[in-house]
Each structure stands twice: as C-alpha cells, then as structure tokens.
C-alpha cells in the first residue's frame, strides 16, 4: 500500500532541507523527502578531480559584511566550513589578448567605464519604454572588439551589481568568499539535515529520505497529493513542497494532474534560466603569473563568452579563522589546495551549452588553444580535465534562475504562490535574493511558514465542518 506523510518533500538541495527543518522545528514530524538522485545538496555539489574535491555548483558565499547578516554566512562559520576571501572584480586589470599581450590597465578601466555606462543607459531606456515614453537617451553601445566582448561578459554574467542594485550585495554585504574545504560546501547542508533526521556515522540513515526517487507524476486535489516516481512508487501526503530548480519546472520531467493553471505556468515561462559552468582543468606544473591581483584573468576574444573568464585554485594553506573572518588582510584566495596546479574556466549560457553538446577533448583543444595563445606554445597539455552539466541534467536544466530586468511583483508572487496543496520553494521562489544559495535557504523557511499557516487555516476549516455536522 501506497505510504502516506502529512508533508512530502520532493528535492533535497538547500531549499528542500531547510524546509523540512523548518518544519520539524516546528512539530512536523511526519514528512518524507524524496531526492532524485543518490545524494543530498543538488547544485550544492563537491565532486573529486585530481585527488581533491572540487566545487562543480556554487563556491562562493556571496553577499558578507553588510547592514544584514547572510544566514549562509552564519551556518558555515556554525558547521566550521573552511572559506577564503576572494574579490574577482580584479580580472578586469588582467585583459589577455590573443597574442598574449595584457592590455594596459587605463585601456581596461577605461572600457570598463564605459560599459557601464552604456548598460545604465540600456536600463534607464527599457524603464522608459516600460512607462510608454520613448527612448530618451542616447543607445547602448553594442561591443565590438575582443576587449569590450570580454567586459561586456564580465558585467552581464558575473558583475551586475555596479548597474542594478542587487539586494544580495545592497543589504548582505560586498564581500565574498570562496569555500575551501575538502568536505565541500555541502558539508552545511549535512549539518542542517543531521540536526532533524537520524545519522549515523557522518551519514543520513533516517528512512524520512528516500534518494534515488525520482517524482514523474503529481496528482492533487482539495484533499491532498499523490506522487508517483519513476519506479512506480505511489507517496501519498496532505501537502507537498516541491524545491525543483525553474528548469526542472519548465521542462516535461513532472506531469501535473489536473495540469497547473496558467497563471502559474505562465509567471514559471517567464523566468530565465542561466547556465553557469566552470571546468576544471589539471597541469603538471604552473605556468601563469602567480601573486595578490592575479588570481582572475581574462581572455578576450572576437567572441562572446568563448573562454573568457579563468581563475586558478591557489595553493598556500590557510586556516580558517572566524575571529578574523572578515579582515581582508592575508585572507585573500588562499585556499586549502597545497601544489593544486588547478585552472577554473568558467563559461555561461550559449557556451555552457555548445560545450555541454561536444567531446571533451574537443573542450580540452579548445581550452589549451585560448591558454597557448595567452601565455604562449610552451604551455604544458592540462593532464586531467572536469566539465560538469548542468543544462543536460534532467533534474536541474539550469544553474540558477533569472528575472527579467524589469519583472514585475507579481510575477514574483505567481512563481511563489501555491496551488491547492502544493506548495513552492527553491532558489527561484525568493524575491531578493534569487539565484543564490542564501536565496534558496531563506526560500525554504519562506515555504514551510505559509505551508504551517495553511496547516492551521485548514484545522480551522475542519473544526468548522465538523460544527457544521
Ligand atoms: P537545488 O539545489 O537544485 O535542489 C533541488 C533538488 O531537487 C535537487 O537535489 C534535484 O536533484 C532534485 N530534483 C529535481 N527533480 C526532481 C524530481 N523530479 N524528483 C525528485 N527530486 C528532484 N550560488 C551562490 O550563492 N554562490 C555561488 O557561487 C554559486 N555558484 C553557482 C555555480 C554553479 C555552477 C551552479 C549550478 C549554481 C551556483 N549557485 C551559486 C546557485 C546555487 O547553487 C543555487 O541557487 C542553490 O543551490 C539552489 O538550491 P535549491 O534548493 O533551490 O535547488
């Protein structure tokens, strides 16, 4: 017979956790998590590569310092998670061009300026045609030269803050760190799940999390939800929480019966979906400027986004110490990765997705094509190389979500609202801070307080039936 819960969890990525924290914090206790594949932490992932672990999801936490503390920030000092403090904003005074010259740094900044310019420009217009005004200022400039393509991809994937205020940086804090620790950034999340289900032996034994389920149907109605996985499993619940990133949503992984209405549809359509992929490549030795300033660099080339953004995985031990956490002094980008020898790649959208489609190799020709021409033909071939998918894999189909520039509240509220009994979370379900990990963990506890409220509202409705009888 089908089992039954009073809460079904489908996802156990940061949301999904913290949400059924939330709730048997609460004294929901009769809930069950269903994770499609073998592990929990979803695009919170550690992977191994050359004999250490890697983050192949998010690295950074984002957002530290500021008028609001991050909860992120808060949990990885509580579970001691090794991090370091890291500022990428640097890559755009280390310009490569294709014949491995840098270029200057006045030409740098001064491209840079710029294009800020030019995007503030972009974005006061769309307001402008939004309020049914026409343009009103001069266009954008469009870039054009290998220089103004690999800031123009600097700034729109990576730096939108000095553009749009975004309220991760606006009320969290500028300031970032890079997660160093062999145990991974999923280490928090064992540490949340730990404290609400069983644990045994630094693993999650408690039969409330069921992995490898991967949730193919949801039937609802007024009276609650049938789930059924693609092993033919039926999880019958009151409510379900489903964490499941916008991608997932968008694509025909889960079929709704009755379908979703199309309000919901509609606000989930509207969402972007960014694919953000950092490959990993391993070298014998190094053979990049090492030192304060270098750790990103930049490859400008007659194409957008093509291998453009690198960072290396620097080698000096460095001991986390939460006394002294947010003293820029000797804390930047020194990590745990003794003699690493590690570049990070980092591609997004079109180009996480043309190299998702082709052979590594081919990614690896590639790659050590964009480093030859950088620092020249004596560049030793990388010995191991990791390029992680995000776009192909059926249970994310995105890195994280988007908004439009100028969505409005209410798509907000519609991509979050419920429907009946279920009920949304995930990182794409928070209005400030969506696309992030601390957008995801405040998402979570989000869900769980207006499913708790639904929960008395509901007692209250059946207290009034049974008057009524
Ligand atoms: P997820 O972690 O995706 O959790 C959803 C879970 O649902 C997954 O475990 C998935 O397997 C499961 N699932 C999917 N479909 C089903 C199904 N049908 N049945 C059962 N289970 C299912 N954020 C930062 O703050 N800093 C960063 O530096 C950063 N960098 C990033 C780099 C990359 C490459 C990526 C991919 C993301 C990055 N992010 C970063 C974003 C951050 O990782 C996410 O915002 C956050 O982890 C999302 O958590 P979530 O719980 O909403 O979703």
Same mark, same amino acid.
């Given at each position: 017979?089908?089992?039954?819960?009073?809460?079904?969890? /489908?996802?156990? &990525?940061?949301?999904? !956790?913290?949400?059924?924290?939330?709730?048997?914090? +609460?004294? @929901?206790? $009769? #809930?069950?998590?269903?994770?499609?594949?073998?592990?929990?932490?979803?695009?919170?992932?550690?992977?191994?590569?050359?004999?250490?672990? /890697?983050?192949? &999801?998010?690295?950074? !936490?984002?957002?530290?310092?500021?008028?609001?503390? +991050?909860? @992120?920030? $808060? #949990?990885?000092?509580?579970?001691?998670?090794?991090?370091?403090?890291?500022?990428?904003?640097?890559?755009?005074?280390?310009?490569?061009?294709?014949?491995?010259?840098?270029?200057?740094?006045?030409?740098?900044?001064?491209?840079?300026?710029?294009? @800020?310019?030019?995007?503030?420009?972009?974005?006061?217009?769309?307001?402008?045609?939004?309020?049914?005004?026409?343009?009103?200022?001069?266009?954008?400039?469009?870039?054009?030269?290998?220089?103004?393509?690999?800031?123009?991809?600097?700034?729109?994937?990576?730096?939108?803050?000095?553009?749009?205020?975004?309220?991760?940086?606006?009320?969290?804090?500028?300031?970032?760190?890079?997660?160093?620790?062999?145990?991974?950034?999923?280490?928090?999340?064992?540490?949340?799940?730990?404290?609400?289900?069983?644990?045994?032996?630094?693993?999650?034994?408690?039969?409330?999390?069921?992995?490898?389920?991967?949730?193919?149907?949801?039937?609802?109605?007024?009276?609650?939800?049938?789930?059924?996985?693609?092993?033919?499993?039926?999880?019958?619940?009151?409510?379900?929480?489903?964490?499941?990133?916008?991608?997932?949503?968008?694509?025909?992984?889960?079929?709704?019966?009755?379908?979703?209405?199309?309000?919901?549809?509609?606000?989930?359509?509207?969402?972007?979906?960014?694919?953000?992929?950092?490959?990993?490549?391993?070298?014998?030795?190094?053979?990049?400027?090492?030192?304060?300033?270098?750790?990103?660099?930049?490859?400008?080339?007659?194409?957008?986004?093509?291998?453009?953004?690198?960072?290396?995985?620097?080698?000096?031990?460095?001991?986390?110490?939460?006394?002294?956490?947010?003293?820029?002094?000797?804390?930047?980008?020194?990590?745990?990765?003794?003699?690493?020898?590690?570049?990070?790649?980092?591609?997004?959208?079109?180009?996480?997705?043309?190299?998702?489609?082709?052979?590594?190799?081919?990614?690896?020709?590639?790659?050590?094509?964009?480093?030859?021409?950088?620092?020249?033909?004596?560049?030793?071939?990388?010995?191991?190389?990791?390029?992680?998918?995000?776009?192909?894999?059926?249970?994310?189909?995105?890195?994280?979500?988007?908004?439009?520039?100028?969505?409005?509240?209410?798509?907000?509220?519609?991509?979050?609202?419920?429907?009946?009994?279920?009920?949304?979370?995930?990182?794409?379900?928070?209005?400030?801070?969506?696309?992030?990990?601390?957008?995801?963990?405040?998402?979570?506890?989000?869900?769980?307080?207006?499913?708790?409220?639904?929960?008395?509202?509901?007692?209250?409705?059946?207290?009034?039936?049974?008057?009524?009888?």
């Amino acid at each position: 017979s089908p089992s039954s819960s009073l809460v079904i969890i /489908v996802g156990a &990525g940061i949301s999904g !956790i913290s949400a059924a924290k939330a709730l048997a914090e +609460n004294g @929901v206790e $009769d #809930l069950l998590i269903l994770e499609a594949t073998d592990r929990i932490g979803g695009r919170i992932r550690k992977e191994e590569f050359a004999g250490l672990n /890697v983050e192949t &999801g998010a690295g950074w !936490i984002q957002g530290v310092g500021g008028k609001e503390p +991050n909860p @992120v920030w $808060d #949990l990885a000092s509580k579970s001691g998670l090794r991090t370091c403090y890291s500022d990428y904003s640097n890559a755009r005074f280390n310009i490569y061009d294709q014949s491995g010259k840098i270029f200057p740094s006045a030409v740098a900044a001064d491209s840079y300026k710029r294009a @800020v310019e030019s995007a503030i420009r972009e974005l006061r217009n769309q307001e402008a045609n939004l309020d049914g005004i026409s343009s009103i200022l001069e266009p954008p400039m469009v870039p054009k030269t290998p220089i103004e393509l690999a800031i123009d991809f600097i700034l729109h994937d990576f730096e939108m803050a000095e553009v749009e205020p975004i309220a991760t940086y606006t009320d969290l804090g500028e300031r970032e760190f890079l997660v160093a620790d062999e145990r991974g950034y999923e280490h928090l999340l064992y540490k949340m799940a730990e404290s609400f289900l069983r644990s045994s032996q630094g693993e999650i034994v408690d039969s409330r999390l069921k992995v490898n389920k991967v949730v193919r149907e949801v039937h609802y109605s007024r009276n609650g939800v049938s789930l059924k996985t693609e092993d033919n499993c039926v999880y019958n619940a009151k409510y379900v929480i489903l964490s499941v990133s916008v991608g997932v949503l968008q694509s025909d992984l889960i079929t709704f019966s009755p379908p979703l209405p199309k309000w919901k549809t509609e606000a989930i359509s509207k969402l972007d979906v960014i694919v953000y992929t950092k490959i990993f490549l391993k070298f014998p030795y190094k053979f990049w400027p090492c030192g304060p300033g270098t750790e990103f660099f930049l490859y400008a080339h007659e194409k957008r986004g093509y291998y453009t953004f690198w960072q290396y995985i620097q080698d000096k031990a460095f001991t986390h110490d939460p006394g002294h956490q947010l003293s820029r002094s000797g804390l930047h980008m020194e990590n745990a990765y003794p003699g690493s020898n590690i570049l990070v790649v980092t591609l997004t959208n079109e180009e996480s997705k043309r190299v998702e489609s082709q052979s590594e190799e081919e990614t690896l020709r590639e790659a050590m094509g964009a480093l030859r021409d950088m620092f020249g033909p004596q560049v030793p071939d990388a010995c191991d190389i990791l390029v992680p998918k995000w776009w192909n894999n059926r249970f994310q189909r995105c890195s994280y979500s988007n908004y439009p520039m100028l969505a409005s509240q209410l798509d907000f509220r519609d991509v979050k609202a419920h429907v009946g009994p279920i009920f949304f979370t995930g990182e794409h379900t928070h209005e400030r801070f969506n696309g992030y990990v601390h957008g995801g963990y405040l998402s979570g506890i989000d869900t769980s307080k207006a499913l708790l409220e639904a929960m008395m509202m509901g007692e209250e409705d059946e207290n009034e039936e049974d008057e009524e009888e």
